[in-house]
């Protein structure tokens, strides 16, 4: 099992960034109930409510923006776990199990049942995705035609809840020449 280094301090920069946005929205009505000795007008305290509400919401949504991605935890799969389509088929699934926190610090976790979907990506903080799309070698689309696959579509992902409930899942079109695009069906961390 891989353990994110950085994972505790994700967690601590979430926690610290959502009780200072709450903060922030608590104690902003006080600027304008309470009388400066300067005389503050009232535009100027709107001004200055409004910029510290913004500064602490953009702050907050970079921090949830920038630690989405991040995976805390990173197990394999058991062999026995299996999506519905795989079981139909008699097959069992191997991949990834990814962790992760939203800003509010509910878990989500990824299975990604085909660990070839997973490519490099050029987002920002993020090492690997789900793949768009996926081409099969010519030897495993004869094999696939073979048994009556192509065309189809199967499961490459899951995202559930910290109740195991599906969220979403990462579905793959495959057409009769090997070509597979894949879309989304919910609400998937790719």
Known sequence: ??????????RRLK???????????VMTPFLFLIETASAVPLLGRVVLAGTVLAT???STALVAWSGEPYVHTLRWLPTETTTAEAEAAGKHATGLEL???TLGLHERITRVYDTAFLVPTNRPFAKWELATEFR??????EAEKRKGALPGEETVAETLDGHGDVL???VVRWEEDGTGRCYQQGKVLR
């Open 168 to 170: 979403g899942r990462w």
């Open 56 to 58: 602490s919401s953009i």
């Open 15 to 25: 926690i610290f960034s959502v009780s200072s946005l709450a903060l922030t929205c």
């Open 1 to 10: 099992m891989y353990y994110g280094p950085l994972a505790q301090t994700f």
């Open 136 to 141: 099969l070698p010519p030897h495993e689309v």
């Open 99 to 101: 962790a992760t926190y």
